[in-house]
């Protein structure tokens, strides 16, 4: 592992980033930028994730920590605008959180179909990590991390969410992505303020994604320090990426190197990408997403990071709404 003006690593310290003083190069105000994937692809990718790959993908962050280039930055601001919170929608079929530094979901509601595994390959790696499906215009909008998307210039490819994922099945169907997206500054320099990334996933058998398993809301430009509960899957030690795991409690502000919403939490590998929730409600299961699962720093066990949703992260949500 590498280190460098300020070392950080990924969920479960798998991912060793340098931040470096000079600032980002990507426009703040510039759009999200996108890969569309041919049919072709999209094919391919359905029929490459067999019940086998899926419990054998690694965790993205063992694949990034393996002799990866150390350049990332966490120096632009996050703009904020107004407050805006998109309610979350039910499938057609229609408190106050414990400290919880990481368990099994137990609770049931609609996070348990909403959220889910992603996979895809990274060169010529099986990976995974974690998503959520949100409310939009498309009703086929998944949200997750950044370098769940794309890393290094490069977009992963044979991208497929799968919802309510356990034990190796898809009870709701594997849903291959027709987009992926993420920020300019993670485009640009992989700034970690900005590590959020989305997909647009083609219909399944006819039906829209939100139509079959739900859609939670969304909120930008919120407070900081609140009740927020964080979902994800992760598969490295002591996890094995099987079941949906959560922790929850009163978040902080990264003071360090980013301005990112912190959370005491011991999700490993795998886990990146999950939804972090305000206003959740346990009986439900429904909150308004607010970030995902980023990363953690080495020197601080047990506390996982999410970036702040605030103008970026809206703008790169309308654009995949739209898609």
Request: hydrophobic share 35%.
């Amino acid at each position: 592992m590498r280190t460098g003006a300020g070392a950080l690593a990924a969920i479960g310290a798998l991912l060793a980033l340098t931040l470096q003083a000079t600032p980002a190069s990507a426009d703040s105000g510039s759009p999200a930028t996108s890969q569309k994937v041919s049919e072709s692809a999209r094919a391919d990718a359905a029929g490459h994730w067999t019940a086998e790959r899926m419990r054998a993908a690694t965790p993205v962050e063992e694949l990034l920590g393996l002799g990866a280039r150390v350049t990332d930055r966490a120096t632009e601001e996050v703009r904020r605008g107004a407050e805006l919170k998109v309610p979350p929608r039910a499938p057609e079929s229609g408190t106050k959180a414990l400290p919880e530094p990481g368990g099994p979901w137990s609770g049931g509601g609609d996070v348990v179909q909403t959220s889910g595994r992603v996979f895809f390959k990274m060169g010529d790696r099986d990976a995974s990590c974690s998503g959520n499906s949100v409310t939009s215009d498309n009703g086929s909008t998944v949200m997750t991390a950044g370098h769940c998307v794309k890393y290094q210039g490069a977009w992963h490819t044979d991208w497929v969410f799968v919802p309510g994922y356990h034990d190796g099945e898809a009870p709701h169907g594997k849903w291959t992505a027709a987009e992926t997206l993420t920020t300019p500054q993670w485009e640009a320099s992989e700034d970690m303020n900005f590590d959020i990334g989305a997909a647009v996933v083609d219909p399944l058998d006819g039906k829209k994604l939100a139509d079959v398993v739900g859609a939670q809301g969304l909120s930008f430009n919120a407070a900081y320090n609140t009740t927020m509960y964080s979902f994800g899957f992760p598969a490295a030690d002591p996890y094995d990426g099987e079941k949906l795991v959560y922790c929850s409690g009163t978040s902080f502000q990264d003071v360090l190197l980013t301005k990112d919403h912190g959370l005491s939490c011991n999700m490993t590998g795998g886990s990146s990408g999950g939804p972090w929730f305000t206003e959740f409600d346990e009986a439900t299961g429904t909150g308004l997403q607010s970030s995902v699962n980023s990363f953690g720093y080495v020197f601080l066990p047990d506390t996982m990071f999410g970036p702040y949703f605030g103008a970026e992260a809206q703008e790169l949500y309308e654009r995949a709404q739209a898609g």
